[in-house]
């Protein structure tokens, strides 16, 4: 089956200005997550969502970070202005539908990544 | 609150020689726990999970992890370390709020294996 894909695979770009991140989940799974990973630290999470509505944004800086996922499958998260502190990593994933229970247990697909630097 | 730790930044090992990559957690209720793997320039794999049952389970790439709910650690392990297991190695936790599975994910670790 196809990955998960993102673009861009790099960005760079002054701070202050606006960037777009792109994911495509594998076809099927209705779990999609952005994580943000910092050099040096593991992936937080962002934003999850289940199908196209938001499950969990606590970690969501809102005042600058937006996310959508509109029709419940492929999703962009979008900085703007951008800071110093947003350069990291984006990572987007998939899982099977989050419900409690045994679906816990299931897997996350990454993609490859979005790696920003803001200057 | 709901955590993982992973105490070592950077793991040495000869190739050849078994490895350890230490992992402890804080979650209330009986935790879902994850170890992936990273490679340079790669999103995360999944290498292995424990759900239930048996303390050891096995995964990707002859890795294998032991659980220990009293220590409450999944102590990543593999008899014998290649150098192409070089990578950072994450482990992570599923717990349930809101309704919802949440998974967090510990800072990782760092494992170089020398020829």
């Known amino acids: 089956e196809a990955g998960v894909a993102q673009s861009p695979r790099y960005k760079i770009i002054e701070k202050r200005q606006s960037v777009a991140f792109w994911c495509n989940p594998i076809?099927?799974?209705?779990?999609l997550y952005w994580y943000q990973q910092i050099l040096g630290q593991g992936p937080k999470l962002l934003i999850q969502?289940?199908?196209?509505?938001?499950?969990?944004d606590s970690q969501l800086p809102k005042d600058r970070f937006s996310a959508e996922r509109l029709k419940g499958v492929d999703s962009t998260l979008k900085i703007q202005p951008a800071k110093l502190e947003d350069s990291a990593v984006y990572l987007c994933?998939?899982?099977?539908?989050?419900?409690?229970?045994?679906?816990?247990?299931?897997?996350?697909?990454f993609g490859a990544g979005s790696r920003l630097t803001v200057l | 609150a709901q955590s993982v730790a992973q105490p070592e930044d950077q793991v040495n090992v000869a190739e050849g020689n078994p490895l350890t990559v230490k992992c402890t957690y804080s979650?209330?209720?009986?935790?879902?726990l994850f170890w992936y793997v990273q490679y340079p320039n790669r999103g995360l794999q999944f290498l292995l999970k424990?759900?239930?049952?048996?303390?050891l389970v096995k995964g990707s790439y002859g890795f294998e992890a032991e659980f220990n709910k009293s220590q409450t650690s999944f102590h990543l392990k593999k008899p014998s370390a290649l150098v192409s297991d070089s990578a950072l190695y994450f482990c992570?936790?599923?717990?349930?709020?809101?309704?919802?599975?949440?998974?967090?994910f510990g800072a990782g670790t760092r494992l170089a294996v020398h020829p």
């Open positions: 994933a998939s899982s099977l539908a989050q419900w409690t229970g045994g679906s816990g247990a299931n897997v996350l697909t």
């Open positions: 969502f289940q199908n196209n509505g938001v499950v969990d």
């Open positions: 992570a936790v599923s717990y349930v709020a809101g309704g919802y599975n949440k998974l967090i």
């Open positions: 979650v209330s209720g009986n935790p879902y």
């Open positions: 076809s099927g799974h209705a779990t």
């Open positions: 424990y759900i239930t049952g048996d303390n």
